[in-house]
Every structure is written in C-alpha cells, then in structure tokens.
C-alpha cells in the first residue's frame, strides 16, 4: 500500500473488527461447559487471532518494503479465507436463527445449537429433548449466546470487506 494513512484506517478498522471477533469467540468458547469442545469455536479463535495478527503485519508494511508486495498479499488472502471459512461455518450452524423471538420453538431450536448450548448432559428430558448445560442452568443465556455469535459472524465478514480493499490497495501499488 503506498498511501499511509489509507494504510492506517484500514490496519486500524482490522484490528478493531479483529478484536471484537476475537472477544466474542473467547466467550463463547468460555461459556461452553460440558464435553469436547466444538471445533468451529477453536477455528473462529484461530481465525480470529491469525486476523489480528495480519493486521499488525499490514501495519509493518508501512515501513518495511519487502511486506507491501506478494508477501502482504499472501499473509492477507490467507487471513481472507480464514474469515470467510469461519464466519460461513458460524452462519450455517446458525442456521437463520432468530435471536430475538422468545418462544419455546426458538428456545428448543437455541438448545440444539453446539455454539450456544454449553454441552450436552449426555441425557434426554420427558419429551426427549437433549439437555444442555444452558437449557438447564439458564435459558435466556442461550439468546445471549446466540446474539454473540451472530455478531461474531458479523465481524469476521466485516474483517473480509477491509481485506479485499487492502488487497486491492495492495495490487494497485505492484501495478504501478
């Protein structure tokens, strides 16, 4: 990127949607309690660490050369797939869920979520519904779970759309 401050506002909206991403994949890896945890909460903090990472990489690059060519570009389109693979994995385990309808279908829908529910007991209740450690302990957590996981989804594609303009201020500088 040949322009500094383009380079700065766009390093600085990475690491702030980085941050976020990143905080909001720790909680919900945090709220989780029971069994193994899912793999797609491990990939999102991956991802999301990988993304803050590169983003301090992009802010390097205003001083150091060999960083605002192929490399740059590499270290961003690999975070840039990581972000999209993430928060498409989120959004399909969410599945257009509704997080704001309080209504037992939505509360059984939530609890059925591995993202949202903190585990399984391993048991079932007298309607044969799994219980989970959230749909035991708290349910009202499972929509605060879900709104942190649609916001974490939000974020990771907020993270792409600053990616795909770094990149293409990247292309544009190697063009010149």
Not at 67 to 75: C, F, N, R, Y
Not at 125 to 143: C, H, R
Request: charge should be positive; proline fraction near 2%.
């Amino acid at each position: 990127m040949s322009n500094p401050i383009l380079t700065f506002g766009l390093r600085g909206a990475q690491i702030l949607f980085s941050v976020v991403a990143l905080g909001l994949s720790v909680g919900l890896m945090k709220a989780h309690k029971l069994g193994s945890l899912p793999a797609t909460l491990g990939f999102s903090v991956f991802v999301t660490a990988a993304s803050l990472l590169g983003a301090f990489v992009g802010l390097a690059s205003a001083w150091v050369e060999l960083l605002q060519g192929v490399i740059g570009a590499a270290v961003d389109g690999v975070v840039l797939l990581g972000n999209i693979a993430a928060g498409i994995l989120i959004a399909y385990k969410m599945r257009g869920t509704n997080c704001t309808k309080k209504d037992i279908f939505t509360v059984l829908k939530l609890n059925g979520i591995e993202l949202l529910n903190g585990g399984f007991y391993g048991r079932k209740n007298d309607l044969g519904v799994d219980i989970t450690y959230w749909g035991e302990e708290d349910p009202n957590k499972l929509y605060a779970h879900c709104k942190e996981a649609q916001a974490d989804a939000v974020f990771m594609f907020l993270t792409v759309v600053i990616l795909i303009a770094a990149l293409t201020m990247t292309f544009l500088h190697l063009k010149r």
